[in-house]
């Protein structure tokens, strides 16, 4: 018995992109979200409760640049949504706007990569978005007042609280001073601090993530395998030959009836005769 090559599962090279396709996200699409979503809403909570590993947000980003790297631009949009809701039930509004600007950063670094493009191209899009994102938060800063009033004096207080800490430690109270003129000088021009910053942020959070990106990529090569329905149906239709109903070729096979029953117009088959 032989089975044709084409009826088993083929699959693809574990250095080949999953091809890409239009309509509906297919069931490895919204599986691979799923994950990566949840694991960019673990690391901002994490960063949300323990303050004082909140750098680690900068990492939230690489999950959907890993999404866009090894699917549609839809699966990141899905993961984005995903991850929100599960991060405003979790950790509060501020996590889903964590949430909201990872997912933007970090999926058009994976997309980039994909479609064979350096860092260059990388850089080139945070140069161009990060203007954008500034302008933005400027402008939903003067929006909405009494947030931005809010948490200036949130950072005012932080900054004094430490200071005064600092001082009963022994620091210099010039020192201490200088701090908290620095402090009221750089929040009084807080729309130029605060587009700055943006300025800063995205060329940085972009580029680190397309550097985590291009050390994940070779870890996550095996996603291209887990969608084993696919690469059948790829390989089926990598052929010529039609799909029969039995993909089986049967040799010295013979019919016949037991000795002394026989009946009318039946024949018996030679056993060197071949069947399919």
Same mark, same amino acid.
């Given at each position: @018995?032989?089975? *044709?090559?084409?009826? &088993?599962?083929?699959?693809?090279?574990?250095?080949?992109?999953?091809? @890409?396709?239009?309509?509906?996200?297919?069931?490895?699409?919204?599986?691979?979200?799923?994950?990566?979503?949840? +694991?960019?809403?673990?690391?901002?909570?994490? %960063?949300?409760?323990?303050?004082?590993?909140?750098?680690?947000?900068?990492?939230?980003?690489?999950?959907? &640049?890993?999404? =866009?790297?090894?699917?549609?631009?839809?699966?990141?949009?899905?993961?984005?949504?995903? &991850?929100?809701?599960?991060?405003?039930?979790?950790? %509060?509004?501020?996590?889903?706007?964590?949430?909201?600007?990872?997912? #933007?950063?970090? =999926?058009?670094?994976?997309?980039?990569?994909?479609?064979? !493009?350096?860092?260059?191209?990388?850089?080139? #899009?945070?140069? =161009?978005?990060? *203007?954008?994102?500034?302008?933005?938060?400027? =402008? @939903?800063?003067?929006?909405?007042?009494?947030? !931005?009033?809010?948490? +200036?004096?949130?950072?005012? &207080?932080?900054?004094? %609280?430490?200071?005064?800490?600092?001082?009963? +430690?022994?620091?210099?109270?010039?020192?201490?001073?200088?701090?908290?003129?620095?402090?009221?000088?750089?929040?009084?021009?807080?729309?130029?601090?605060?587009?700055?910053?943006?300025?800063?942020?995205?060329?940085?959070?972009?580029?680190?993530?397309?550097?985590?990106?291009?050390?994940?990529?070779?870890?996550?090569?095996?996603?291209?395998?887990?969608?084993?329905?696919?690469?059948?149906?790829?390989?089926?239709?990598?052929?010529?030959?039609?799909?029969?109903?039995?993909?089986?070729?049967?040799?010295?096979?013979?019919?016949?009836?037991?000795?002394?029953?026989?009946?009318?117009?039946?024949?018996?088959?030679? *056993?060197? !005769?071949?069947?399919?």
């Amino acid at each position: @018995m032989s089975v *044709p090559v084409r009826s &088993a599962v083929r699959p693809l090279s574990p250095r080949t992109v999953p091809e @890409m396709r239009s309509g509906a996200l297919r069931p490895a699409e919204v599986a691979n979200a799923g994950v990566f979503s949840a +694991l960019a809403v673990i690391i901002v909570s994490v %960063g949300t409760f323990l303050p004082h590993l909140g750098v680690i947000m900068l990492l939230s980003a690489v999950p959907f &640049a890993i999404v =866009g790297l090894r699917y549609r631009a839809r699966a990141v949009i899905a993961a984005a949504v995903a &991850a929100g809701f599960v991060a405003f039930l979790a950790a %509060g509004a501020f996590a889903t706007v964590v949430i909201a600007g990872c997912a #933007l950063l970090g =999926g058009p670094c994976g997309i980039i990569r994909r479609r064979g !493009r350096g860092s260059g191209a990388v850089a080139l #899009l945070a140069a =161009g978005l990060a *203007p954008v994102l500034a302008a933005v938060v400027v =402008g @939903m800063s003067y929006l909405f007042a009494g947030i !931005r009033e809010l948490t +200036l004096g949130t950072i005012r &207080a932080t900054v004094a %609280g430490f200071v005064q800490i600092a001082e009963f +430690l022994r620091l210099p109270v010039s020192a201490g001073d200088a701090v908290v003129r620095v402090t009221d000088t750089l929040l009084g021009a807080w729309p130029v601090v605060v587009a700055a910053a943006i300025l800063i942020g995205v060329l940085v959070e972009m580029l680190l993530t397309n550097a985590f990106v291009i050390l994940a990529a070779r870890r996550v090569e095996w996603l291209a395998q887990t969608d084993l329905f696919d690469a059948a149906a790829r390989a089926d239709a990598a052929t010529d030959a039609p799909v029969a109903p039995v993909p089986l070729e049967l040799c010295g096979v013979g019919f016949g009836q037991p000795r002394g029953v026989r009946a009318r117009g039946a024949r018996r088959c030679r *056993p060197d !005769r071949r069947i399919r």
